[in-house]
């Protein structure tokens, strides 16, 4: 079982940075691959970004791709999404989600441990 904690949203303004963060409680975090995926109301639930479990590949949804950032650090249990140049369609609530795979995946349903989320809102 793997308990995952994220922290860091909040509200911010357009053109702004926020960090996230998310604590995983699993004694073996360097070996799940870890991602975050992000809901806005009415919508489906959306990748935005996942991460090996070494930490050299990563995957980018189209929407964020040079804009945010996922990193790991692995002594930490902990995964980052650092997001810059924030607009008002990133609003949502960002998860984090955990897979005991080998293979980085983009699909919410190859994950099988998630966060409780934490709200990020963009203001123009």
């Known amino acids: 079982q793997v308990q995952l904690v994220e922290s860091g949203g909040g509200l911010v303004q357009a053109g702004g940075s926020l960090r996230l963060s998310c604590a995983a409680s699993a004694r073996t975090f360097s070996r799940y691959v870890m991602g975050w995926f992000r809901q806005a109301p009415g919508k489906e639930r959306e990748f935005v970004a996942a991460?090996?479990?070494?930490?050299?590949?990563?995957y980018y949804g189209n929407s964020v791709k040079g804009r945010f950032t996922i990193s790991r650090h692995n002594v930490k249990n902990t995964v980052y999404l650092q997001m810059n140049s924030l607009n008002p369609e990133d609003t949502a609530v960002y998860y984090c989600?955990?897979?005991?795979?080998?293979?980085?995946?983009?699909?919410?349903?190859?994950?099988?441990?998630w966060g409780q989320g934490t709200q990020v809102t963009v203001s123009s």
């Open positions: 989600a955990a897979n005991n795979s080998p293979v980085v995946h983009t699909r919410t349903v190859d994950y099988d441990y």
């Open positions: 991460i090996s479990w070494p930490g050299r590949t990563t």
